[in-house]
């Protein structure tokens, strides 16, 4: 039973371009919310994180949307390029659950020139 | 430089053989966890270490087995019972229940 759900699969996107990647998640006990980038055959690196008392976050051309009332947050790449071209992963924790981390399916962004 | 490392970055098993993969940190983190990847899936987590000298199963801990004698050091056995251990194994720390930093990783194929 998988506790965060991450859409779509994949996306294809033009350069200059914004990719939209969602997550949903049922547990509302869920306080900590990152996005990783992941290149092939590296480790994920935290891109951005966010936690309940905000609604939005931005670093450079990567913003977090949060709706705590939907259970919902996004990740939006602004002005896509094609080194932005990985497999991106939301993630879930809650302080009581001591870094146990839920991590959603990936999704896989193509930036095409 | 700090950071974590995993070694090897590739392994071969061969049926019935335990293999050991290997996984340091110098971040001076309390935390330190192992997941496994699968194509088309997320991370799921075999075994997690709070503090040395104890650690907790994961979602998937059938089939594995850890340590945590040092600090820094973290290794994870893959037993015969695990019958299907092809896979990417990534290690991460933490130094609270936040941020988790990955390490590069140890593809593990079974021939």
């Known amino acids: 039973q998988q506790q965060v759900k991450q859409s779509p699969q994949s996306l294809i996107v033009q350069k200059g371009g914004i990719s939209i990647i969602n997550c949903a998640y049922e547990?509302?006990?869920?306080?900590?919310f990152p996005w990783y980038q992941q290149f092939p055959g590296k480790g994920p690196a935290l891109l951005i994180a966010i936690r309940p008392d905000v609604s939005e976050k931005k670093e450079g051309r990567f913003t977090i949307s949060f709706n705590k009332s939907a259970k919902q947050f996004s990740l939006h790449i602004m002005d896509s390029q094609p080194g932005d071209s990985a497999t991106y992963f939301c993630?879930?924790?809650?302080?009581?659950?001591?870094?146990?981390?839920?991590f959603g399916a990936g999704t896989q962004v193509v930036v095409t020139p | 430089d700090g950071g974590i490392t995993q070694s090897p970055k590739y392994l071969f098993r061969k049926e019935g053989q335990n293999v050991t993969l290997s996984c340091e940190q110098n971040?001076?983190?309390?935390?330190m966890y192992w997941y496994r990847q699968d194509p088309g899936q997320g991370l799921r987590l075999i075994y997690y270490?709070?503090?040395?000298?104890?650690?907790q199963k994961g979602d998937i801990a059938e089939g594995y087995s850890v340590s945590r004698e040092k600090k820094e050091s973290f290794p994870l056995t893959v037993t015969s019972a695990q019958k299907n251990p092809t896979a990417f194994y990534l290690c991460a720390s933490s130094t609270d229940t936040d941020t988790q930093y990955f390490g590069p990783g140890t593809r593990l194929t079974v021939l």
């Open positions: 971040l001076n983190h309390d935390a």
């Open positions: 993630a879930a924790s809650s302080l009581d659950s001591w870094g146990k981390f839920q």
């Open positions: 547990n509302t006990a869920f306080d900590y």
């Open positions: 270490s709070q503090i040395v000298n104890d650690f």
